[in-house]
């Protein structure tokens, strides 16, 4: 259970995959990815369920697997987790990804970027230059470098983000939820008396977005919830109560 798109891609150009589930609790269990394979992706933190895997626990993976390239998904890092870059100095099979989507609220933009050792990077580009050399348009490029000459807000804007969304784990906690522990800008939160359905349409009656995932066996009584600004996530949970006392 992991981000979706890397299936998709697969899929696109015919690349036999293999998805290792999630353990009972839904995390990463190091030992399944002890076995040949033809690369490995960790998305970390993971989505949708927020969970972050240890620097400790991602090198015990790449270092079973050196043979191959090992990607690492740091989409949400900024929101509590301890980045992988220090073991590009290590492993010349690590390609790290990253996403203005998320940190830098530039998910319209579609603009990213990769870290890895000059030798991974001189194949990837070579791939990249054959397939779409100009998969950034002129407006996203700007932005984006905007965005990094003024990181220091950006920074600001995710310690707020933790700061409200350990606040509204707590509040969650409260009222009956139980709530993964989350390294990124939403939660999981599986609801009480198996209610999600009804607390999904409830909220949406009230415009207020959540992701519900009724097709999805294992957390189709969870709903993830975006961390907006202290004041939303107020309202979110006087909107939770009223449905509670209802």
């Not at 989505?47 to 991602?58: F, W």
């Not at 415009?207 to 969870?222: A, G, T």
Request: hydrophobic share 40%.
């Amino acid at each position: 259970m992991t981000y979706g798109f890397y299936k998709v891609w697969a899929d696109l150009y015919r690349i036999n995959y293999h998805e290792v589930p999630l353990t009972s609790d839904f995390e990463i269990n190091g030992n399944d990815y002890i076995a040949d394979n033809g690369g490995v992706v960790l998305t970390n933190p993971n989505a949708p369920t927020g969970i972050y895997k240890s620097l400790e626990a991602i090198e015990a993976i790449i270092k079973a697997n050196q043979d191959v390239v090992v990607i690492i998904d740091e989409a949400y890092i900024n929101f509590g987790g301890e980045t992988a870059l220090p073991l590009l100095k290590k492993y010349d099979n690590v390609f790290i990804t990253r996403t203005f989507s998320k940190d830098a609220s530039l998910a319209g933009l579609r603009v990213g970027y990769g870290m890895g050792s000059p030798k991974l990077m001189s194949v990837i580009n070579a791939v990249k230059n054959s397939v779409n050399p100009y998969n950034v348009d002129l407006i996203a490029e700007k932005l984006a470098v905007a965005a990094v000459e003024s990181w220091d807000y950006y920074e600001d804007t995710c310690q707020k983000i933790i700061a409200t969304r350990d606040w509204f784990t707590k509040e969650l906690r409260d009222l009956d939820f139980s709530v993964l522990e989350s390294k990124t800008n939403f939660v999981l939160a599986e609801c009480p008396q198996n209610d999600a359905a009804n607390l999904f349409d409830y909220l949406q009656a009230k415009n207020i977005y959540v992701r519900y995932f009724p097709k999805v066996e294992r957390i189709k009584n969870h709903l993830r919830i975006s961390i907006g600004t202290q004041a939303e996530m107020e309202q979110v949970i006087e909107a939770i109560k009223e449905y509670q006392k209802a």
